[in-house]
C-alpha cells in the first residue's frame, strides 16, 4: 500500500507537470500563451529542483511521512491554484504559472525518494523492482499527458477555419479546464489517503541495510563530491536524461515543422515513455534475480539509446539524408529512444545506491536529479530565445546519448550495499 500510494503521487506529478506541452497550440487560443510561455511552462519542473536540497535535509531528518505529506500538501494547492475562475486572462496565466511551480516543487521527493522507500521497506531481492515502480510510475504519469490532453482537448489548426471563432475558443478553454478540475479531483484523493495512511517505516527492518547506520547530512556531500566514480556515473545519468526530459515536454513543438499534428505527437510520446516504463520494470525485476549485472544492462540500454535517436534525428532532416519521413518510423525511433532511456533510470538508481554506501539513498539520488534537471531547464532556457530553429535540439540526443556511454564503459562498479546484505547476514 506504501509503494501504490507513493507510486500514484508520483504519478499525478508528472501528469500535472506534462499537462501543457502535448496541448500547447489549444493553450496558445484559449489563453493567449506565447512560445516562452508554453517553455516557461514545462521549466517550472526544473525549476522546482532548485530547493532540492532542503527536500533531501528534510528526508533524512524527518522520514518519507512528512516529505511526502508537504509534497502531496504543495501539489493540491498547485493544482488549485490553476482551477481558480477568473476572467482575467493575464491574471489566470499567472495563476497557472503559480500551481505549475507548486508542483514543480513536488518534484525533488517523487523522483528522488523511490530508492529510500525500496530500501525502507523491502528486502534485497525486491528493492530493484520496487525503485522501478516507484519511480517508473512519474515519468509514465507524464505519457498519460500526451494521450489525455490531446484527446480532450481539440487542436486548432488550418483545416478548420470555425475553430478560430470566439465560441471555438471558449469551447476549447472549457475542455481545458474540464482536465485541470479532474488533476485537481486526484491529488486531493491522494493526499487524503496518504494523510490516513502512509507511516515512515515498518514494524521490523526488512534487511541488514535497511537497520544499517547511514553517514550524516554534510559527511554525504563530502562522500559523493569526493567519489571521482560517483561523479562519472552522475554525469552518464544527468545529461542524457536531462536532455530527453527538455526534449520530451516540447515534443509537439519539435514535431510541427515536420507536419505532425498535435493528436499524433501525443501518441509518439505517450507510446514513447509507456515502453520504457514497461521495460525498466522488467531490467530491474531481472537484476533483482542476477545480481551484479548493472553496468551490462546499462551498456546495453545506451547502446539502443544512441542508434535510435541517431536515427531519429537523420529522419527529420530527410531532405537531406533521404531517409523515410513516415509516421512509422517517426513512432519506431522515438518509442525506441524511450524505451531505452526510461529503462534505464531505475538501474541508474541502484547503481548510485552501491556505489557511495552508506550515503543515504535519498541525498545521493537528489544530487543526481538536480544534476539532471540543471540539464533540462538550461535547454529550455535556450530552446525560448531558439525555438525558430529545433535541429539543434534533436543534435543534442544521440550526442548525449554516446557520451554517457563512455563514461558507463569507463567506470567501475561496486555493489557495497549488496554485500552487505547478502555476505554480513549470512
Not at 538501474?347 to 540539464?375: A, D, H, K, Q, R
Request: overall charge neutral; hydrophobic content about 50%; proline content about 5%.
Amino acid at each position: 500500500l506504501v509503494l501504490l500510494l507513493f507510486s500514484l503521487l508520483g504519478f499525478a506529478q508528472g501528469l500535472v507537470w506534462n499537462t501543457w506541452g502535448p496541448i500547447q497550440n489549444s493553450a496558445r487560443q484559449a489563453y493567449g500563451f506565447s512560445s516562452w510561455d508554453i517553455a516557461l511552462l514545462v521549466l517550472w519542473g526544473p525549476i522546482g529542483f532548485l530547493p532540492c536540497f532542503a527536500f533531501m535535509w528534510l528526508l533524512d531528518k524527518r522520514g518519507l511521512r512528512v516529505t511526502v505529506l508537504l509534497t502531496s500538501f504543495l501539489m493540491v494547492l498547485g493544482t488549485g491554484l490553476r482551477c481558480i475562475p477568473v476572467s482575467d486572462l493575464m491574471l489566470k496565466r499567472r495563476l497557472i504559472h503559480g500551481g505549475q511551480l507548486l508542483n514543480g516543487l513536488a518534484g525533488p521527493t517523487v523522483m528522488n525518494a523511490a530508492p529510500f522507500l525500496s530500501t525502507t521497506w523491502f528486502s534485497a531481492d525486491e528493492r530493484a523492482t520496487a525503485t522501478a515502480i516507484a519511480s517508473m510510475l512519474s515519468y509514465l504519469g507524464g505519457a498519460c499527458a500526451f494521450l489525455v490532453g490531446p484527446l480532450v482537448v481539440p487542436a486548432p489548426n488550418g483545416t478548420s477555419p470555425l475553430l478560430a471563432s470566439e465560441t471555438s475558443r471558449t469551447h476549447i478553454k472549457d475542455l481545458i479546464e474540464t482536465v485541470l478540475y479532474a488533476e485537481f479531483g486526484v491529488v486531493c484523493l491522494l493526499f487524503s489517503a496518504t494523510l490516513a495512511y502512509f507511516p515512515p517505516r515498518p514494524p521490523l527492518p526488512p534487511s541488514v541495510a535497511a537497520a544499517s547506520q547511514r553517514l550524516s547530512y554534510r559527511r554525504s556531500f563530502c562522500r559523493l563530491l569526493s567519489n571521482m566514480r560517483f561523479l562519472m556515473i552522475a554525469l552518464a545519468y544527468a545529461i542524457p536524461l536531462g536532455v530527453f526530459a527538455g526534449w520530451s515536454g516540447v515534443l509537439d513543438l519539435i514535431l510541427t515543422p515536420v507536419h505532425v499534428s498535435q493528436v499524433d505527437a501525443g501518441w509518439i510520446g505517450f507510446w514513447s515513455i509507456v515502453g520504457g516504463c514497461v521495460v525498466g520494470i522488467a531490467m530491474a525485476r531481472f537484476a533483482d534475480f542476477i545480481r551484479g549485472m548493472l553496468k551490462l544492462i546499462l551498456l546495453l540500454l545506451f547502446s539502443g539509446a544512441t542508434l535510435s535517436s541517431t536515427w531519429f534525428t537523420l529522419t527529420c532532416l530527410n531532405s537531406i539524408t533521404h531517409l523515410p519521413l513516415t509516421t512509422v518510423t517517426l513512432y519506431a525511433s522515438c518509442i525506441l529512444l524511450g524505451v531505452f532511456l526510461n529503462s534505464s533510470i531505475p538501474i541508474f538508481f541502484e547503481l548510485f545506491v552501491e556505489t557511495v554506501y552508506p550515503v543515504p539513498e535519498g541525498i545521493t539520488c537528489g544530487v543526481v536529479t538536480f544534476l539532471s534537471n540543471m540539464f533540462m531547464g538550461v535547454l529550455l532556457f535556450f530552446l525560448t530565445f531558439y525555438h525558430t530553429e529545433l535541429s539543434w535540439f534533436n543534435w543534442c540526443l544521440p550526442g548525449s546519448c554516446l557520451l554517457s556511454l563512455l563514461l558507463i564503459l569507463c567506470f567501475r562498479e561496486s555493489y557495497d550495499r549488496l554485500y552487505l546484505d547478502v555476505v554480513v547476514s549470512v
